[in-house]
């Protein structure tokens, strides 16, 4: 079946690691998010990836970084840089751009990072 | 910069009736794309809706309707004979083109409303 797939599910951490987040889709889409989601917000955009080997900052990149190297592969790593990582983390994608159309973008189940 | 206003924090209604879930948004791009995406308690973000800016056309789905009015800013999701099923947090989003990079969408996402349909 395609989707996307988050793992794993629940991740907990001590403070001072790095941890990284997986998130892998087999749509054949272009484009992969990350997104953050706290308590009775909504979504930040963390980073995004138009294209294999190239990624943007979205509004609250510090403390995060991400890679590229495969289409189907947009893993977010939580550096210790950042100074309140728990929270739920989600990781979206969208078919490829056509023009000026955009798409919607599909979630994955989201992993949930608890630092201890 | 964009914004998306769902100023009902939480919902709570009794099986059956109609609920209806607002969302005011803030762009200055004529072309644009407006979402709503539903979150059950399991977590993961279920589409429901994408509206173009030029369309302004009801529409309905179901049980489910929508109201898109370009005057006010608004895209405003109804729920008729609401469910239990129905429970969960539901997103408004707008979406705008940015020029980092190569040029992409992003979206924008509103803070949601926590509906509760009590049996």
């Known amino acids: 079946d395609g989707g996307i797939t988050q793992s794993p599910k629940y991740l907990f951490r001590k403070e001072g690691q790095n941890v990284t987040l997986s998130c892998e889709q087999n749509l054949n889409h272009d484009a992969m998010y990350w997104y953050r989601q706290d308590p009775g917000q909504g979504l930040r955009l963390i980073y995004y990836s138009q294209i294999v080997n190239d990624f943007q900052k979205g509004d609250i990149a510090e403390g995060y970084s991400v890679s590229r190297e495969k289409k189907e592969s947009f893993p977010l790593t939580v550096t210790s840089a950042q100074k309140n990582p728990t929270a739920f983390y989600l990781c979206a994608s969208s078919p490829p751009l056509a023009g000026r159309y955009t798409d919607t973008q599909y979630f994955g189940p989201g992993t949930r990072l608890t630092v201890l | ?119």
């Open chain 2, 1 to 119: 910069a964009q914004k998306v206003t769902q100023a009902q924090t939480e919902i709570s209604v009794v099986e059956k009736e109609d609920v209806t879930l607002d969302c005011v948004y803030e762009t200055r791009d004529t072309t644009y794309y407006l979402f709503w995406y539903k979150q059950p308690p399991s977590g993961e973000l279920v589409f429901l809706i994408r509206r173009n800016s030029f369309d302004e056309q009801n529409e309905i789905s179901g049980r489910y309707s929508w109201n898109f009015q370009k005057s006010t800013s608004s895209f405003n999701f109804t729920i008729t004979a609401s469910q239990v099923v129905d429970s969960a947090v539901y997103f408004c989003a707008l979406s705008e083109w940015t020029d980092s990079g190569a040029g992409s969408y992003q979206l924008t996402f509103g803070k949601g409303t926590k509906l509760s349909v009590i049996p």
